[in-house]
């Protein structure tokens, strides 16, 4: 059978194969600890849950969902009432917000939306592997920016050559980021939406983590900034602040002319999310505070336990503060693949290498606190007796 050109140019997907290979060790009775994938295993709150439950009764919520591909005007409306509240954004439900099977949906449909075959799209390096995974299904070219401990994870917006801005009509930014935790200022935004204005480049913020911050780091909205909904939109999704990874709802905000691209591709592709689902969603969003004070200080917690244990074999380091993730350097002369093959195979605790973010991870881990209380301290102790 004959697969397609531009999947070859795709590695494998990080987690599948950190699927295999944990099947594969607890096939042969190793009891693995997956501290490498970034999936919450506490639960959705209850409400949410009975939300779902109950309008999946209705038999009108058994059609194809209301307003389709664009979501619900009621789940609209109040994905506009939580980023006037919690990110200081206005946006009018008609045109500026769109739902999505999540962010990841997002960050691909954006792309067929907005560029032709051979066009460049920048994204940083580290960064996200589906990013560049949805490039290349667009037939469209990488360029990764390097992003450098030394200028706080932020890419250096000067340093792209002038070929490749000349050819570039996207970019891909993430911030709080995966893989490094990092957060963006106000000032590094102003500086983006110039060098999209300069270069008509359209922006991605992709901006699942927005919630996710810790010592008093300040919740930031791309689209918070003058200018940018000029140039872009921003990606936020349910799966984290709410624990709903599994439920696949997001959104999409912004520019009007890039969300009715991303709409068009939409409606050609899918045909929007469960109804059911954005009621629940609806819920979640409504009970915002609660939530999400529960789940800030169960990662707190975890955080403060790694950092810990890190610092007990030698390994201290200044946290950045998004994400539920810990970028953390190997030991000095240790490449990211000896220190994850270490983990594996004297402490049976899985993490993902840094370079599987790209070639400027090489001398980082990552570790997810999303597992539970109990499993992080045994793997804590399975690490310390290594060390
Ligand atoms: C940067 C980034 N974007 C998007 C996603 C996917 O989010 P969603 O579950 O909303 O599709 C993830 C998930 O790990 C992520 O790290």
Request: hydrophobic share 40%; charged share 20%.
């Amino acid at each position: 059978m004959q697969v397609a050109d531009r999947l070859q140019k795709i590695p494998p997907y990080l987690f599948v194969t950190l699927r295999n290979k944990i099947a594969k060790a607890r096939a042969e009775g190793v009891d693995v600890i997956n501290l490498g994938v970034g999936d919450p295993v506490d639960p959705t709150p209850p409400s949410v849950i009975e939300e779902l439950c109950r309008r999946a009764q209705d038999p009108i919520n058994h059609q194809y969902p209301i307003d389709e591909e664009k979501g619900m005007l009621a789940f609209r409306q109040e994905v506009a009432r939580w980023y006037a509240k919690r990110y200081e954004v206005e946006l009018n439900p008609e045109g500026e917000v769109l739902g999505l099977i999540g962010s990841k949906e997002g960050c691909h449909h954006f792309i067929l939306g907005v560029v032709n075959p051979g066009d460049v799209v920048l994204m940083t390096d580290p960064g996200y592997p589906a990013y560049r995974a949805s490039i290349y299904m667009a037939s469209a070219e990488p360029y990764a920016v390097p992003m450098l401990a030394e200028n706080h994870y932020l890419p250096n917006l000067g340093d792209i050559p002038p070929d490749i801005l000349k050819r570039a009509k996207a970019m891909f930014l993430n911030y709080p980021n995966n893989p490094t935790g990092a957060c963006a200022t106000r000032a590094f935004f102003s500086r983006v939406v110039k060098f999209a204005k300069d270069h008509d480049i359209a922006i991605c913020h992709d901006n699942p983590y927005s919630e996710i911050l810790f010592n008093g780091q300040e919740r930031l909205s791309f689209l918070s900034v003058p200018g940018a909904k000029d140039v872009g939109i921003e990606l936020n999704s349910l799966s984290k602040p709410y624990n709903m990874t599994g439920w696949r709802i997001g959104m999409a905000m912004g520019n009007k002319e890039i969300l009715a691209a991303l709409c068009k591709v939409k409606e050609n592709t899918d045909s929007g999310i469960f109804n059911a689902i954005q009621y629940a969603a609806i819920k979640a969003l409504q009970q915002e505070d609660g939530n999400i004070a529960k789940m800030l200080a169960i990662y707190t917690q975890r955080r403060k336990l790694v950092l810990e244990t890190l610092a007990k074999i030698g390994l201290s380091f200044i946290p950045q503060n998004g994400t539920f993730y810990l970028w953390i350097p190997a030991p000095k002369g240790v490449t990211s693949i000896n220190f994850t093959t270490t983990l594996f195979e004297k402490a049976s605790v899985v993490v993902a290498a840094g370079t599987a973010y790209g070639q400027h991870g090489e001398g980082y881990i990552r570790i997810s606190l999303t597992v539970p209380d109990k499993r992080l301290e045994e793997a804590m102790e399975r690490i310390q007796k290594v060390f």
